[in-house]
């Protein structure tokens, strides 16, 4: 069973900087890099959306809102994506999950909550103006 763990959350202030991670266990080397990945975000009172996401051959697709400020990036040695974010703003704020899934196309990339079949528990970023 593919379990994900994400750690690195935490309070900044507005202009500031995180770096998540989201390890994964359960899984061999050789699978972890055949998983697309992806980290999503959820706000209270809003849906769960994707934020970054990143392929087995690194291909990435970025939510407009973060495009340019946040970078996503995967070292399979260790079977950890990552998830830097830079330039943050208060509308940041959120509990952010990291999601795998298996994928047969090393280029697929998707921002689509549907598209994952595994998930994190999640780690909390605030951003204070």
């Known amino acids: 069973q593919v379990q994900l763990v994400e750690s690195g959350g935490g309070s900044v202030q507005a202009g500031g900087s995180l770096r998540l991670s989201c390890a994964a266990s359960?899984?061999?080397?050789?699978?972890?890099?055949?998983?697309?990945m992806a980290w999503f975000r959820q706000a209270p009172g809003k849906e769960r959306e994707g934020v970054a996401t990143?392929?087995?051959?690194?291909?990435?697709q970025y939510a407009d809102s973060v495009q340019g400020r946040f970078t996503i990036s995967r070292d399979n040695s260790k079977r950890t994506l990552y998830l830097h974010l830079n330039s943050l703003n208060p509308e940041d704020t959120a509990m952010y999950y990291c999601?795998?899934?298996?994928?047969?196309?090393?280029?697929?990339?998707?921002?689509?909550?549907?598209?994952?079949?595994?998930w994190g528990q999640g780690t909390q970023v605030n951003v204070s103006s």
């Open positions: 999601a795998a899934v298996p994928s047969p196309d090393p280029l697929s990339v998707s921002l689509a909550y549907s598209s994952y079949q595994y």
């Open positions: 990143i392929a087995r051959a690194d291909r990435t």
């Open positions: 359960g899984i061999t080397l050789a699978t972890y890099t055949t998983y697309s």
